[in-house]
Structures are given as structure tokens and as C-alpha cells.
């Protein structure tokens, strides 16, 4: 079962941790092994870290963590004495302490007892755990957090928070509301998000020439192969564009990219539809499959987040496709890239419904059906998806809200201002894996997805025939659902 | 060395067949090719390994430079200080030393009792229990694993150290059995009547005088338990996340594969460091290894 | 094939001065009771950890069940054994594992008579060869796969390094694992290296006990040794060869690690022990992934069951 969710990535939380400096030295660069990063990587982490330490004012000295905390009006003070029991993040994670801050700013406020109840690190177990508790139908806990490809999998034990939260909902982006939604019914509240990036290297572009990052893949190819072409006299490692090929959900989540921003569909549309053998959908693959052995390595068909990471960090690559933890990675004292990377939307195809893409990633916020105290739970969940608390989440854990408005917050923009201009990629194109439509078949999907893809990036099928075959199992999986 | 005599039946070699001491050329060229072929298939066996070991000491500069450097300009610790720093690393390699011990002793103690009565008790049934237990040592593990994971889930195991040892009872105790069995069985006759004589039970004769004339085989066998739990990865990885993760799996997920910076430095120190053990351990105990696993391959 | 553990010398007890006038038929029912009793908890464990989930898995096989799923369980008769016909992913596994069943096995089996030819000739070092070629058997399967991704790495590998800068063979580096026309291959050769030493340390042992004079004998005769080594040697190394072959083909043909650790699940190398683990746990298909765990379970038994009609024809 591998990474089920590249985008609550572990790399990615390892960094966002040791900036916010809840991880000892010693603590990041035994994670760092761990998570299979080479000794430069690991040291940018740590200098990022010193320097934060030194720079970041988030949290000022002598603040409180949950500083930034303002209750929203209109929440309920009518259910004194109410007990609601919330899974948030794991015990040893560096989110927790704001969260129980939250939390008892919540009570202070409502009169509603909280409690703070760890879930398990890893998504995998999490979900196991989840699936037990609520197969079992059991009223310990009230709320859940829940991964963006989850909706599915746990909507028949989710109170329906269009019912209660609708205006709430309103207010997050409608991709991620969309996703959350099924037969009609909002299983989780958006909390926090992640999606797909470009990162490229702006020194190379301006050196050779290139005023603007590429607005579509074929401005990429052009960009990165001029720029291989230049740099590979000096460094024979030297690529035009990383990104994630192996046969894994992360090669999902970067061809559902290509499909998407070329018009292709969105693999498996929320209706059920199959989209997936289209000429557009089918060009976007063979597409890819052009770049490997031309601006990408010829073992880009097995990398993943870390591995791109690894090329692109020490500045043998023009291009990078990766999420947004990566930045602060470059940006380190020491590494060799300080100042030399700029972030961006990923490209466009071109044709009818081309657009900007990048595959959603994130966690939501879900009421147990089971629960006895449902509305204290929705008071709750009103409160932790509010405005106001994803504005100071923003700002003191670097996480990217899901409500448009708080990317404009003016303090946001000063304190965070790398997540606040990541705005148009979130409003934009953002898009979903097609994990809700597919409930607990999403990893079949996904599978049958990815493999092929794999197979097209590696010269064993054309695009056509992958397409085809795709949509071949896809549709049996859909059949097997009653579409 | 040419008229060595024959002490071990040995295949023919030229000159020893022809019984002469004659150095022709063609002698000279053969030997000399012999032991061009012996060179080679020491290299060849021992590269990979002493290759992994150079480049785990190696500057990380020197690690990925094209063309390669094949001899490090100065030993380079930092790999092997990351990994032992790593508290992943060195939970995986608790749990690998609690799994494999554990595992061992439960199938010797278990099996040395079971082989026992195979290898020099006579009673009804025998034969069927004999089929049984030839039969799970040769069973593919993937044939169980997905019933064996619901029943780890079920029981609350999952992510559990008593998983494994579960799991790998499954092939470690029938090895073990069919292998001291055959161990008991050689042994004479004269030993249980002498303790019979002396007033002793059977099952007195066994843990008296059998077993301990049984130590070496018991050794043996215990070894190759122990490696094969030690090497296990199918079970490893399904069954386990994070608290019961053992080395296998913690060292198969280093990430990816890239001809750039990864870290390749980290993951071969964490290879040596759990394949170093073993490594000593096979050249110290060499020949019992070997008899054992021809006895295990012969009567098998 | 006397080379077993079971010939370690052993003291001999002094005989009984007194005659057998014990309570035999005492002991006899003891030991039949005693039997019982040491060979139970064996047998408990093997029925309840290995018996069992076989059985099992062949009645999962007949079902619909998926882990997690609320949806009930229903028993699908033999529609999970159709499925797996007409999937080509199956189809494909099965290709490639028969592919490297019979390149590794048939490459060991030669390299592996090599190499035990060469070693049972009694040379000074002989001991040191025997050493070397414990080790690689002795790495985890897993490490040795680490460290051939390592070596076969496309811009700095050492093995790209000797072809193309040292030899001059290839003009540019291969990306040996993510070229689908060379994944296979190269996972082979790990398992050659893996296994050969093994397989040559077996086959030892059956030529140790080839009488010497046989030869002698042979030569006298006038038979080259070309002549030798089909008419003596591989005569009468037949039975290690086959009990070598039986334990490398059941080995091979469930082979997962060597290829997970290297490729993942990728189409171009995924072999049936893969395909039935990611069914079973990553796409929580139990049933299909059941079905596809007693093909490989018939198609060992099937293979032991040809194998041991070998020996037996051997051994008449």
C-alpha cells in the first residue's frame, strides 16, 4: 500500500515541521534517513530550520501558540455541557499543540467540552482504523479527519453537513467541495489542501533567454530542452523536467495533470463516465511519453516525489513537477539554488478545455453519524473551517487554506507569502482524483490507472492502445459499482 | 599439487588423471585458466557485497561521479552515523532481532519435540503427520497471505510483532522438524534402551540424552531459521506499518531510484550494517550451514 | 548423498548388561502416548497458522469478499478463475514468471555444474571459493536487490561505468531497470548471482560421491572427458540435480522480493506472486487475489508432483 496520499506527503510534513521548529536537529535528520533523503537534502532541511528559527516571526516570542486564534461570530452557546471527541492529527505531530489550542478556545467560547483524540500517522493505518470504528458503528468519537481521496470510502457513516454547514461550504473552493460531495451529500468539510506544482529554476530562464515560465507543455518542451541542451555540455546529469513516473498513485496524480489541462476528463467523471480514451487525452500521454529520453531521463518511469527532488535540489534540473513542500527544500542558506527557483501553475494543453491543472491533495473534516453529540460536533467543525481559524492555521502551521478569501488576507500575504501566491493554482484548475465516484474500488482505479500510464511512459503500449485498455478496466471497475 | 592423491573422490583434472608430472603447455595453459575461473567466481560472488561496503565508506562527492570512482580518497563515516542515529532504522532493527529470536525458539523448542517423535517413536499415524509437515514446507507463502492478513487483522495483530512470529512459524516449524527428525533418526538405537535400563521414561531419555547429543543439529537448524526469519520480506511488508516494521521492508523503502543524489550512501550502510551479521555468521558456522541445507535439500 | 547433518559422529552408549526382560509393552504404549503429545503442539500450530488460511484462501477463492466492504460476501462459483483468464495484467504476470523460471533455473543449473566442477577438484583455496560463494546466498534478498539497483544505475553504476567508459562495449549508458526491454533480464541476473553459488554448493555435494575410480576406470578406457561428463558424471549426478532443481523451480516460480524491491508492480516485470499480493492487499480484492494465489499453489503442487515421478523413475 503504497503512498496513498503523495500529497500529505511525509517529506513534506518533515519540512513544514522542522520550519516551524517543533523538531530537534537530530529528530529531522533521523526522519530525513527515514524517508530515504540523501544527506544534502536533509542538510538544506536542517539550514532552512536555522534560518527560520531565526526569521520567522509567526509565532512571535513570548506568543501563545493559537496567537493568531479569532472566534468567529454566531457560533452556538447554547449546548453547555456538550462532550465532543474530535481524531485530528497524530500524537507526536508538531500540528497538535495548535489544535488543542483551538480546541480550547472553542470550550472557552461555547461551553462545549473538546477532546483531543491522536489518529494514527500513517494514512493507511488511519483509514484502517477509521473503517473499524465505523464499520463497527461506534459512538466513541465524533469527529473524524479525513484525506481528500477518502470521501467515498467513508460517506455511508457521514452526517451530511450541507444540511447544517451549506453557507460554510460555500465559501471553500468549489473543486474541493465537489469532491467531498456524494449523491449529493457534503461528507467533510475542506480543512486544508495541497495540489501539484511547476517549480523552475528562473536564473536558467532568464540565462537562456525565456521571459515567462512556460504556459503550456509545449512551451515546457521547448524551455527545458533548450536548456538541457545548454547545460549538459558542462554536467552530463543535466535534465529539462523531473517529475513522478513510477508505477504509483503519484504517476496518477501527475497524468490525471496532463489528461485534465489538455481537456482529456478527469479519468472518471463524478457521473461515472469513463474519460479517458479521448484524442486528447491520449495526446497528452503520448506527450509524456516524448519527453522521456528527450527533456526527461530515461528513468523518470521510476521516480517518485523524493527522487525528483533529489535531481532537481542540487541544481541538475531545469524543471520540476512536485507538491508545495518542496520549495522550502531549495530554498534553504546553503543550497545551491537560494533565490534560483520560482513556483508557478503547471502547464496547459492546448484544444478545446484546455485549462491550468494540479491534482488536489488535503484533509477534511467529517461528523460520524454515530455520534450522540452531532450538533456540538458541527459547531465544532464550524469553527475549525471558519475563515478566521483557517487564517491562523495559515499563518502559524504554513498550511494552505481551503477558502480563496484567506489567500488575501493581507497578513497572510506578509507572513506566508510563498502559500499566498498559490492562489490561482488552487482556484484554477485544481483537480480531483476520481477517488468519490470510485469509493472503495478508488485504489483499483487508481492501479489500473497508473500501470498503464507506466506502460506508455515506457514504450511497451502507445497511447491509443494504453487509453483503450485503461478505459477497458476502468469501466469494468464502474460496472462492479452499478454504473 | 598435480599428483594429489585422491583422499575425496575428485573430479578428473588433467593432470592428475594422466598420473604424469609432465608440464606440456597445454597443462600449463589449463591451470592457468582453472585459476583465471576460480578468480572469477570469487569476484563474482563477492563483488556485489565488497562493493556496497567501499561505497558506504565513500565520500559522498565520490558516490556519483560518472565515470565512477572505484577507490574512495578518504573513508567516509557519515552514512553509517546517520543510520544509527535513525530511530526508524533502529526500530526495525529491534524488531527483526525480537522476531527472528523468538521465531527460532518457538520452532525448536515445538520442533525438536515433534521431531523427536517422528525421528525415533513409532505410532499410528505417523505417516499422515509426516505428509503434513512435508507438504507446508513447500507451499508457496503467497498462497496464505491474504487469509493470513484477515486473520492478523481480525485477532487485533496487524502492525503487531506476534504477526510475524505467526507468519513465520508457518515455514520455519516445518523446516525444522523434517530436518532434526531426520537428525534423531540417525542416531543408534542403543541410546533410549541404555536409558530405558536405567529406569528412565521415554520422554526422560529425550531431554536427557537425546537432545543434548542433538545440540548440534539443534544449532544448525536454529541458524537457518534464523536467516530465513532474518531475510523474510513478503510477510514483513504486509503485515507490518511502522511500530513492527523490520528491517527488510524499512530498507526495501528508501526511496526511488535516480541516477542523481539519493540516498544511496544511507541505504547501502543500512545493507551492510544488517547483512554484516549474517555475513560473519555464515562463514563462522560454514559447514554446518552447508550440511544442514544439503540435509534439508537431500531429504527433501 | 550421505552429506546430511544427520552423520556427525556419536558417542556409542555401552550395551545393556542385563537382558531385555523390560515392560516392553509398558513402553511401547507410553512412547505411543508420548508421541502424541510431542507431536501436537507441532501440529496445532502448522493446522491452525498454515493449514488452515489454505484452506481458506481456496474457499475465498469462490467469493466476492473484499476487505472493508460492507457488501456481503456472496460465493461467486468459479467467476474470479474466469476473470483472471481474461485480465491481461494475469496473463502477462504468468509470462513473466514462467520466463524467469526457466532462465534462472536453466542458467543456475548449467553456471551451477560449472562451477562445482571446477571447485570439486582439489586445489589449495578451495576452502576460501566455498566461503565466497556462501555469501551471496547469505544476503537478504532484499539488500542484494539495493545493492544491484545501486550497480546497475544509469549515470554512475558501476556496471554502466565498465561497459561504456572502461571496455567501450556500449556507447552510451542503459538504464537497465526502467527500459522495459532490459528489467527482465537484469532481474534475472541478480537471481543468477543469488542462486548459482547455491545451486553449485548442492551439486557439490552430489558429485563428492561419485567414486573416483570410476573414472580411473573410464580413462583407462580410452573415454575423453567430454565423454566422462556425459556418460559418468551427469549419470550420477542426476538425483542432486533434481532435488536441486526442485527446490530452485518452487523458489523461482514464486519469486517476489528480487522483483518488488527493483520494479514495484510495473507491467513489464510483474510476476504472479506480485499480482496476487497487490489483488489481495492494495486493492482489497480477496477473493480474485485468492484465486490468483491457488494458481500459483496448483502450479507448484503441479510441478513437485512432476518433479517427485522424476526421482521416483530415477531411483527404479
Given at each position: 500500500?503504497?503512498?496513498?496520499?503523495?500529497?500529505?506527503?511525509?517529506?513534506?510534513?518533515?519540512?513544514?515541521?522542522?520550519?516551524?521548529?517543533?523538531?530537534?536537529?537530530?529528530?529531522?535528520?533521523?526522519?530525513?534517513?527515514?524517508?530515504?533523503?540523501?544527506?544534502?537534502?536533509?542538510?538544506?532541511?536542517?539550514?532552512?530550520?536555522?534560518?527560520?528559527?531565526?526569521?520567522?516571526?509567526?509565532?512571535?516570542?513570548?506568543?501563545?501558540?493559537?496567537?493568531?486564534?479569532?472566534?468567529?461570530?454566531?457560533?452556538?452557546?447554547?449546548?453547555?455541557?456538550?462532550?465532543?471527541?474530535?481524531?485530528?492529527?497524530?500524537?507526536?505531530?508538531?500540528?497538535?499543540?495548535?489544535?488543542?489550542?483551538?480546541?480550547?478556545?472553542?470550550?472557552?467560547?461555547?461551553?462545549?467540552?473538546?477532546?483531543?483524540?491522536?489518529?494514527?500517522?500513517?494514512?493507511?493505518?488511519?483509514?484502517?482504523?477509521?473503517?473499524?470504528?465505523?464499520?463497527?458503528?461506534?459512538?466513541?468519537?465524533?469527529?473524524?479527519?479525513?484525506?481528500?481521496?477518502?470521501?467515498?470510502?467513508?460517506?455511508?457513516?457521514?452526517?451530511?453537513?450541507?444540511?447544517?454547514?451549506?453557507?460554510?461550504?460555500?465559501?471553500?473552493?468549489?473543486?474541493?467541495?465537489?469532491?467531498?460531495?456524494?449523491?449529493?451529500?457534503?461528507?467533510?468539510?475542506?480543512?486544508?489542501?495541497?495540489?501539484?506544482?511547476?517549480?523552475?529554476?528562473?536564473?536558467?530562464?532568464?540565462?537562456?533567454?525565456?521571459?515567462?515560465?512556460?504556459?503550456?507543455?509545449?512551451?515546457?518542451?521547448?524551455?527545458?530542452?533548450?536548456?538541457?541542451?545548454?547545460?549538459?555540455?558542462?554536467?552530463?546529469?543535466?535534465?529539462?523536467?523531473?517529475?513522478?513516473?513510477?508505477?504509483?498513485?503519484?504517476?496518477?496524480?501527475?497524468?490525471?495533470?496532463?489528461?485534465?489541462?489538455?481537456?482529456?476528463?478527469?479519468?472518471?467523471?463524478?457521473?461515472?463516465?469513463?474519460?479517458?480514451?479521448?484524442?486528447?487525452?491520449?495526446?497528452?500521454?503520448?506527450?509524456?511519453?516524448?519527453?522521456?529520453?528527450?527533456?526527461?531521463?530515461?528513468?523518470?518511469?521510476?521516480?517518485?516525489?523524493?527522487?525528483?527532488?533529489?535531481?532537481?535540489?542540487?541544481?541538475?534540473?531545469?524543471?520540476?513537477?512536485?507538491?508545495?513542500?518542496?520549495?522550502?527544500?531549495?530554498?534553504?542558506?546553503?543550497?545551491?539554488?537560494?533565490?534560483?527557483?520560482?513556483?508557478?501553475?503547471?502547464?496547459?494543453?492546448?484544444?478545446?478545455?484546455?485549462?491550468?491543472?494540479?491534482?488536489?491533495?488535503?484533509?477534511?473534516?467529517?461528523?460520524?453519524?454515530?455520534?450522540?453529540?452531532?450538533?456540538?460536533?458541527?459547531?465544532?467543525?464550524?469553527?475549525?473551517?471558519?475563515?478566521?481559524?483557517?487564517?491562523?492555521?495559515?499563518?502559524?502551521?504554513?498550511?494552505?487554506?481551503?477558502?480563496?478569501?484567506?489567500?488575501?488576507?493581507?497578513?497572510?500575504?506578509?507572513?506566508?507569502?510563498?502559500?499566498?501566491?498559490?492562489?490561482?493554482?488552487?482556484?484554477?484548475?485544481?483537480?480531483?482524483?476520481?477517488?468519490?465516484?470510485?469509493?472503495?474500488?478508488?485504489?483499483?482505479?487508481?492501479?489500473?490507472?497508473?500501470?498503464?500510464?507506466?506502460?506508455?511512459?515506457?514504450?511497451?503500449?502507445?497511447?491509443?492502445?494504453?487509453?483503450?485498455?485503461?478505459?477497458?478496466?476502468?469501466?469494468?471497475?464502474?460496472?462492479?459499482?452499478?454504473? | 599439487?598435480?599428483?594429489?592423491?585422491?583422499?575425496?573422490?575428485?573430479?578428473?583434472?588433467?593432470?592428475?588423471?594422466?598420473?604424469?608430472?609432465?608440464?606440456?603447455?597445454?597443462?600449463?595453459?589449463?591451470?592457468?585458466?582453472?585459476?583465471?575461473?576460480v578468480v572469477f567466481i570469487i569476484f563474482y560472488t563477492v563483488f556485489p557485497f565488497a562493493w556496497a561496503l567501499l561505497s558506504s565508506i565513500k565520500p559522498n562527492a565520490e558516490l556519483f561521479t560518472s565515470p565512477v570512482v572505484y577507490?574512495?580518497?578518504?573513508?567516509?563515516?557519515?552514512?553509517?552515523?546517520?543510520?544509527?542515529?535513525?530511530?526508524?532504522?533502529?526500530?526495525?532493527?529491534?524488531?527483526?532481532?525480537?522476531?527472528?529470536?523468538?521465531?527460532?525458539?518457538?520452532?525448536?523448542?515445538?520442533?525438536?519435540?515433534?521431531?523427536?517423535?517422528?525421528?525415533?517413536?513409532?505410532?499410528?499415524?505417523?505417516?499422515?503427520?509426516?505428509?503434513?509437515?512435508?507438504?507446508?514446507?513447500?507451499?508457496?507463502?503467497?498462497?496464505?497471505?491474504?487469509?493470513?492478513?484477515?486473520?492478523?487483522?481480525?485477532?487485533?495483530?496487524?502492525?503487531?510483532?506476534?504477526?510475524?512470529?505467526?507468519?513465520?512459524?508457518?515455514?520455519?516449524?516445518?523446516?525444522?522438524?523434517?530436518?532434526?527428525?531426520?537428525?534423531?533418526?540417525?542416531?543408534?538405537?542403543?541410546?533410549?534402551?541404555?536409558?530405558?535400563?536405567?529406569?528412565?521414561?521415554?520422554?526422560?531419555?529425550?531431554?536427557?540424552?537425546?537432545?543434548?547429543?542433538?545440540?548440534?543439529?539443534?544449532?544448525?537448524?536454529?541458524?537457518?531459521?534464523?536467516?530465513?526469519?532474518?531475510?523474510?520480506?513478503?510477510?514483513?511488508?504486509?503485515?507490518?506499518?511502522?511500530?513492527?516494521?523490520?528491517?527488510?521492508?524499512?530498507?526495501?523503502?528508501?526511496?526511488?531510484?535516480?541516477?542523481?543524489?539519493?540516498?544511496?550512501?544511507?541505504?547501502?550502510?543500512?545493507?551492510?550494517?544488517?547483512?554484516?551479521?549474517?555475513?560473519?555468521?555464515?562463514?563462522?558456522?560454514?559447514?554446518?550451514?552447508?550440511?544442514?541445507?544439503?540435509?534439508?535439500?537431500?531429504?527433501? | 548423498?550421505?552429506?546430511?547433518?544427520?552423520?556427525?559422529?556419536?558417542?556409542?552408549?555401552?550395551?545393556?548388561?542385563?537382558?531385555?526382560?523390560?515392560?516392553?509393552?509398558?513402553?511401547?504404549?507410553?512412547?505411543?502416548?508420548?508421541?502424541?503429545?510431542?507431536?501436537?503442539?507441532?501440529?496445532?500450530?502448522?493446522?491452525?497458522?498454515?493449514?488452515?488460511?489454505?484452506?481458506?484462501?481456496?474457499?475465498?477463492?469462490?467469493?466476492?469478499?473484499?476487505?472493508?466492504?460492507?457488501?456481503?460476501?456472496?460465493?461467486?462459483?468459479?467467476?474470479?478463475?474466469?476473470?483472471?483468464?481474461?485480465?491481461?495484467?494475469?496473463?502477462?504476470?504468468?509470462?513473466?514468471?514462467?520466463?524467469?523460471?526457466?532462465?534462472?533455473?536453466?542458467?543456475?543449473?548449467?553456471?551451477?555444474?560449472?562451477?562445482?566442477?571446477?571447485?570439486?577438484?582439489?586445489?589449495?583455496?578451495?576452502?576460501?571459493?566455498?566461503?565466497?560463494?556462501?555469501?551471496?546466498?547469505?544476503?537478504?534478498?532484499?539488500?542484494?536487490?539495493?545493492?544491484?539497483?545501486?550497480?546497475?544505475?544509469?549515470?554512475?553504476?558501476?556496471?554502466?561505468?565498465?561497459?561504456?567508459?572502461?571496455?567501450?562495449?556500449?556507447?552510451?549508458?542503459?538504464?537497465?531497470?526502467?527500459?522495459?526491454?532490459?528489467?527482465?533480464?537484469?532481474?534475472?541476473?541478480?537471481?543468477?548471482?543469488?542462486?548459482?553459488?547455491?545451486?553449485?554448493?548442492?551439486?557439490?555435494?552430489?558429485?563428492?560421491?561419485?567414486?573416483?575410480?570410476?573414472?580411473?576406470?573410464?580413462?583407462?578406457?580410452?573415454?575423453?572427458?567430454?565423454?566422462?561428463?556425459?556418460?559418468?558424471?551427469?549419470?550420477?549426478?542426476?538425483?542432486?540435480?533434481?532435488?536441486?532443481?526442485?527446490?530452485?523451480?518452487?523458489?523461482?516460480?514464486?519469486?517476489?522480493?528480487?522483483?518488488?524491491?527493483?520494479?514495484?508492480?510495473?507491467?513489464?516485470?510483474?510476476?504472479?506472486?506480485?499480482?496476487?499480493?497487490?489483488?489481495?492487499?492494495?486493492?482489497?480484492?480477496?477473493?480474485?487475489?485468492?484465486?490468483?494465489?491457488?494458481?500459483?499453489?496448483?502450479?507448484?503442487?503441479?510441478?513437485?508432483?512432476?518433479?517427485?515421478?522424476?526421482?521416483?523413475?530415477?531411483?527404479?
Amino acid at each position: 500500500m503504497h503512498g496513498h496520499d503523495s500529497s500529505s506527503s511525509p517529506v513534506g510534513r518533515l519540512v513544514a515541521e522542522s520550519l516551524t521548529g517543533h523538531l530537534s536537529r537530530r529528530e529531522i535528520m533521523k526522519r530525513g534517513i527515514a524517508l530515504g533523503l540523501s544527506g544534502p537534502v536533509i542538510g538544506m532541511i536542517l539550514s532552512a530550520q536555522q534560518r527560520s528559527a531565526l526569521a520567522q516571526d509567526a509565532t512571535p516570542a513570548g506568543q501563545e501558540v493559537g496567537w493568531s486564534i479569532v472566534v468567529p461570530e454566531g457560533l452556538r452557546t447554547d449546548l453547555p455541557g456538550a462532550r465532543v471527541r474530535a481524531v485530528l492529527t497524530s500524537s507526536a505531530h508538531p500540528d497538535r499543540p495548535w489544535q488543542e489550542a483551538a480546541m480550547r478556545i472553542f470550550s472557552e467560547a461555547t461551553g462545549i467540552t473538546t477532546e483531543f483524540v491522536p489518529g494514527e500517522e500513517s494514512a493507511t493505518d488511519r483509514l484502517a482504523i477509521y473503517n473499524q470504528q465505523l464499520g463497527a458503528q461506534s459512538s466513541d468519537n465524533d469527529i473524524y479527519q479525513i484525506d481528500v481521496i477518502w470521501p467515498g470510502i467513508v460517506a455511508q457513516h457521514a452526517v451530511d453537513l450541507n444540511q447544517s454547514l451549506a453557507d460554510l461550504a460555500a465559501l471553500h473552493f468549489p473543486a474541493i467541495v465537489e469532491n467531498n460531495s456524494v449523491d449529493g451529500a457534503l461528507v467533510g468539510m475542506p480543512w486544508y489542501t495541497d495540489a501539484g506544482l511547476l517549480y523552475y529554476r528562473s536564473d536558467l530562464l532568464e540565462e537562456y533567454g525565456f521571459e515567462n515560465p512556460p504556459e503550456t507543455w509545449d512551451e515546457l518542451q521547448e524551455q527545458a530542452q533548450a536548456i538541457q541542451d545548454g547545460e549538459s555540455a558542462d554536467n552530463a546529469s543535466f535534465r529539462g523536467f523531473v517529475w513522478q513516473g513510477n508505477a504509483y498513485e503519484g504517476l496518477t496524480c501527475n497524468a490525471l495533470e496532463w489528461q485534465f489541462s489538455s481537456g482529456g476528463g478527469r479519468i472518471i467523471e463524478p457521473d461515472g463516465t469513463v474519460t479517458v480514451n479521448n484524442p486528447q487525452a491520449i495526446a497528452a500521454f503520448d506527450r509524456a511519453r516524448n519527453w522521456v529520453e528527450t527533456i526527461s531521463p530515461e528513468d523518470v518511469t521510476t521516480f517518485n516525489e523524493p527522487s525528483s527532488l533529489n535531481a532537481f535540489a542540487p541544481g541538475n534540473a531545469a524543471f520540476m513537477r512536485n507538491w508545495p513542500y518542496a520549495y522550502s527544500v531549495t530554498q534553504a542558506p546553503d543550497s545551491p539554488l537560494v533565490g534560483m527557483v520560482g513556483v508557478t501553475q503547471l502547464p496547459m494543453g492546448d484544444g478545446e478545455g484546455a485549462t491550468h491543472a494540479a491534482t488536489l491533495g488535503g484533509w477534511q473534516l467529517m461528523v460520524s453519524n454515530y455520534s450522540q453529540n452531532q450538533e456540538a460536533a458541527i459547531e465544532f467543525v464550524k469553527y475549525l473551517c471558519s475563515p478566521e481559524l483557517e487564517k491562523a492555521f495559515t499563518i502559524e502551521r504554513s498550511h494552505s487554506p481551503t477558502i480563496s478569501a484567506v489567500y488575501d488576507d493581507p497578513e497572510v500575504i506578509e507572513l506566508q507569502e510563498f502559500l499566498a501566491r498559490l492562489k490561482p493554482v488552487f482556484e484554477g484548475g485544481a483537480v480531483a482524483r476520481p477517488s468519490t465516484v470510485t469509493a472503495d474500488l478508488y485504489n483499483s482505479a487508481s492501479i489500473a490507472y497508473h500501470t498503464r500510464v507506466n506502460q506508455i511512459l515506457t514504450g511497451q503500449i502507445d497511447g491509443a492502445a494504453g487509453a483503450a485498455e485503461i478505459e477497458a478496466e476502468l469501466q469494468d471497475i464502474m460496472a462492479e459499482l452499478g454504473y | 599439487m598435480a599428483t594429489t592423491t585422491a583422499v575425496r573422490p575428485v573430479m578428473p583434472d588433467t593432470a592428475m588423471i594422466s598420473g604424469t608430472r609432465q608440464w606440456s603447455l597445454g597443462k600449463v595453459i589449463n591451470r592457468i585458466l582453472f585459476w583465471i575461473l576460480v578468480v572469477f567466481i570469487i569476484f563474482y560472488t563477492v563483488f556485489p557485497f565488497a562493493w556496497a561496503l567501499l561505497s558506504s565508506i565513500k565520500p559522498n562527492a565520490e558516490l556519483f561521479t560518472s565515470p565512477v570512482v572505484y577507490w574512495p580518497s578518504a573513508i567516509n563515516t557519515t552514512f553509517y552515523q546517520f543510520v544509527l542515529a535513525n530511530g526508524d532504522f533502529l526500530l526495525a532493527l529491534r524488531n527483526s532481532i525480537v522476531v527472528s529470536v523468538s521465531t527460532v525458539l518457538i520452532s525448536l523448542a515445538l520442533g525438536s519435540l515433534c521431531a523427536y517423535a517422528m525421528g525415533r517413536l513409532q505410532f499410528r499415524g505417523k505417516t499422515p503427520v509426516m505428509y503434513l509437515i512435508l507438504s507446508m514446507t513447500m507451499f508457496p507463502q503467497i498462497a496464505i497471505l491474504g487469509s493470513l492478513y484477515q486473520m492478523i487483522v481480525n485477532l487485533g495483530l496487524y502492525d503487531r510483532l506476534p504477526a510475524l512470529i505467526i507468519a513465520y512459524l508457518t515455514f520455519t516449524l516445518p523446516f525444522t522438524v523434517w530436518v532434526l527428525a531426520n537428525f534423531f533418526r540417525a542416531m543408534p538405537g542403543e541410546l533410549e534402551e541404555a536409558a530405558m535400563v536405567d529406569g528412565a521414561t521415554p520422554f526422560q531419555a529425550f531431554i536427557r540424552i537425546l537432545l543434548p547429543l542433538a545440540a548440534p543439529g539443534l544449532v544448525t537448524t536454529g541458524l537457518l531459521a534464523f536467516i530465513a526469519a532474518w531475510n523474510e520480506y513478503l510477510y514483513a511488508l504486509t503485515f507490518t506499518q511502522t511500530r513492527a516494521r523490520t528491517v527488510q521492508p524499512a530498507i526495501a523503502s528508501f526511496s526511488g531510484n535516480t541516477q542523481f543524489e539519493l540516498p544511496w550512501g544511507n541505504i547501502l550502510a543500512a545493507s551492510v550494517l544488517v547483512t554484516l551479521p549474517l555475513v560473519i555468521l555464515v562463514l563462522i558456522f560454514q559447514r554446518k550451514i552447508l550440511a544442514g541445507l544439503t540435509a534439508g535439500a537431500v531429504k527433501g | 548423498m550421505t552429506q546430511g547433518v544427520a552423520t556427525a559422529p556419536l558417542p556409542q552408549p555401552a550395551k545393556p548388561g542385563r537382558s531385555y526382560d523390560l515392560p516392553q509393552s509398558g513402553w511401547m504404549k507410553a512412547r505411543e502416548r508420548l508421541a502424541w503429545l510431542l507431536v501436537a503442539p507441532s501440529i496445532l500450530v502448522v493446522v491452525l497458522v498454515a493449514l488452515y488460511p489454505l484452506l481458506q484462501s481456496f474457499r475465498l477463492s469462490f467469493t466476492n469478499a473484499r476487505f472493508g466492504s460492507t457488501r456481503p460476501e456472496l460465493y461467486v462459483g468459479f467467476d474470479n478463475y474466469a476473470r483472471l483468464a481474461q485480465d491481461n495484467v494475469f496473463i502477462s504476470a504468468l509470462g513473466h514468471t514462467l520466463v524467469f523460471t526457466v532462465a534462472s533455473v536453466a542458467i543456475e543449473t548449467i553456471l551451477g555444474i560449472a562451477v562445482a566442477l571446477i571447485i570439486n577438484s582439489n586445489f589449495n583455496g578451495r576452502g576460501v571459493v566455498r566461503t565466497s560463494m556462501l555469501i551471496p546466498w547469505a544476503i537478504p534478498t532484499v539488500v542484494s536487490s539495493q545493492l544491484w539497483r545501486f550497480m546497475y544505475n544509469q549515470d554512475n553504476g558501476v556496471i554502466n561505468d565498465v561497459l561504456v567508459n572502461r571496455l567501450g562495449i556500449l556507447s552510451s549508458p542503459v538504464a537497465w531497470i526502467a527500459n522495459p526491454s532490459t528489467s527482465l533480464s537484469a532481474i534475472i541476473a541478480v537471481d543468477v548471482w543469488k542462486t548459482t553459488p547455491f545451486m553449485a554448493l548442492l551439486l557439490l555435494a552430489g558429485l563428492q560421491i561419485i567414486p573416483g575410480d570410476v573414472y580411473e576406470a573410464a580413462t583407462v578406457d580410452g573415454a575423453s572427458k567430454w565423454q566422462q561428463f556425459w556418460q559418468i558424471t551427469l549419470p550420477l549426478l542426476k538425483p542432486a540435480l533434481l532435488v536441486a532443481l526442485i527446490f530452485r523451480t518452487l523458489d523461482a516460480f514464486r519469486v517476489f522480493d528480487v522483483v518488488f524491491v527493483m520494479k514495484g508492480a510495473a507491467l513489464d516485470t510483474i510476476t504472479l506472486a506480485i499480482y496476487a499480493r497487490q489483488t489481495m492487499i492494495d486493492e482489497q480484492y480477496l477473493g480474485r487475489g485468492a484465486a490468483a494465489s491457488v494458481v500459483i499453489f496448483f502450479c507448484i503442487a503441479l510441478l513437485v508432483i512432476v518433479y517427485s515421478r522424476l526421482v521416483r523413475v530415477e531411483e527404479t
